[in-house]
């Protein structure tokens, strides 16, 4: 099955055509500029090819509610132009094939979960910690929606003793977005992760507020791996430091034999940077069996 | 269809025969003590009448995991006796029928979706304030599991300015459970919560902490309402504040018609305590209908 794959971000939109295996045959990298600007240029990337479905993994937040009259719409997001647009209804419309759609998170867990480190597991969550922080979910082999989509990043932590930083986040504050994400360490110390000095104790406060987000996880939806990537993840030690902390956070309350090596509970990403693509892949190959994707969630009357 | 439906507590046993409309036909109520007393007790009230299968929700943890040895066991609590039995095996074995296996909060979680005030959701977090505090969390129709099953009780959370109490919680000290249960308030106080004035300041910081928790699992699996329960709820007034504190604490951030009212997404039980019966029947259904309950899971070979 040729099928079209979308991991849609907020600088670049990944586009790709592959197949039901994982296979990619060929991709294209758009900068993100304006819906008027950039969709039209991946449409024809997509109509050169004979499609069967589309699948995007998007930036948000997104409308997923299957039946809502916004069902595939990016909603509030703050990114020019791109609020309350109709991403999926575009594709759907100007290509004529079904199309899946969720979260860019929830598309590269789902990645993961089949090509990467999380193959093996029916449960498994995913996080990036980069310009924002995201968190993708997977229950019993299921990505997790509900009333919306999981938005972890914005998890309450614990402060560290000491540590004053009042965080960036415009809603929360010192939520762990606001405190881990790469822009909150640029605004805390006035320079970027990739500058900050390995052993500065910034390292110690990001290590600890990301496993405390660790440990709420699972003792929440209870996943059988964690996978932790993102831009700021690439500091040497932090993923370590992160399995260590939250090891003992944990304090030895659950009982389980994948918690006793941290190595393989808490891993970085396995699919060389491809898992949203690959994610995307996976919903497109779900909306081509089931047409609803653009049956019954697409909806002619409130596209624009 | 004449079911079997047990709801095991640390300190009773509810017993119950219905059906799968959720009719209580007939209760009866044994004192947990050993399983060598309490579990012959309730093996008679079930022989006695030609149920088809099982539904067991109980306190834990327990072990759920389909195929593993130990699946339908209660594992590692501290309840005398009661570790390392295996509870599900035991009413199989003896009653000859299949049986289904949840958590206490899990079921009660079920109960309150099918009858009570998670009536006509799809996704709902059930919360219990007692002895200890217990969350069951189903997401998209399905009750979660994972590496285990939820255990965000011991969800950490942001202390309170001014409050220095170390908590009661032996693995984490003052996580959620080790701040807010019944007895973390009678540790912190010499009192019981019962006897607590109603204007205590306790009472701001249970708000506050439990809201929390509601805040990160809204995040996390956005559910379409929130129920919360048990003796410490009894308070006038505590689940107003702590709609109140979740709401300040979203700060706005997530958009959801859901959120507009707050006495409708975070509600109290509404099966007048009949709950997790209730949600014990509906496992027994699954079971009756899905045999595996019995053939699959149940192993002979590490019965004990």
């Known amino acids: 099955m040729k099928l079209g794959a979308l991991e849609a971000g907020g600088t670049k939109m990944v586009c790709a055509i592959g197949d039901e295996a994982g296979h990619i045959e060929k991709r294209r990298i758009f900068p993100t500029r304006t819906p008027e600007e950039t969709v039209p240029e991946m449409l024809d990337f997509f109509a050169a090819e004979k499609i069967e479905a589309m699948g995007i993994a998007s930036f948000g937040p997104v409308d997923l509610r299957k039946g809502s009259e916004t069902w595939g719409y990016i909603t509030s997001t703050p990114k020019k132009g791109w609020a309350d647009f109709n991403l999926c209804g575009a594709f759907i419309r100007e290509l004529g094939v079904p199309a899946g759609f969720d979260t860019d998170v929830n598309g590269a867990c789902l990645g993961e979960l089949l090509y990467g480190n999380g193959r093996g597991c029916s449960s ?12 993708g979910i997977c229950a019993d082999g299921r990505l997790i929606h509900g009333m919306l989509h999981p938005e972890a990043g914005h998890m309450l932590v614990r402060k560290a003793p000491g540590d004053d930083f009042r965080g960036i986040c415009p809603y929360h504050g010192d939520c762990l977005e606001g405190l881990c994400c790469g822009p909150a360490i640029e605004a805390r110390y006035g320079i970027t992760a990739r500058e900050l000095p390995g052993e500065d104790p910034a390292w110690g406060y990001t290590a600890y507020y990301i496993a405390q987000a660790a440990m709420n996880l699972i003792l929440t939806v209870s996943p059988e791996r964690i996978i932790i990537g993102g831009g700021v993840l690439g500091h040497p030690g932090l993923l370590e430091a992160i399995r260590a902390r939250t090891q003992q956070l944990l304090a030895g309350y659950l009982k389980s034999p994948l918690l006793q090596n941290m190595d393989t509970y ?5 699919c060389g940077g491809d898992q949203g693509v690959l994610g ?16 019954m969630w697409y909806n002619e009357k409130t596209d624009k």
Chains 1, 2 share one sequence.
């Open 280 to 295: 995307a892949l996976k919903l497109a190959e779900e909306a081509a069996k089931d047409d609803k994707g653009r049956k």
């Open 124 to 135: 498994l969550v995913y996080i990036t910690v980069g310009t924002g922080l995201g968190m």
């Open 266 to 270: 808490i891993m970085e990403p396995g």
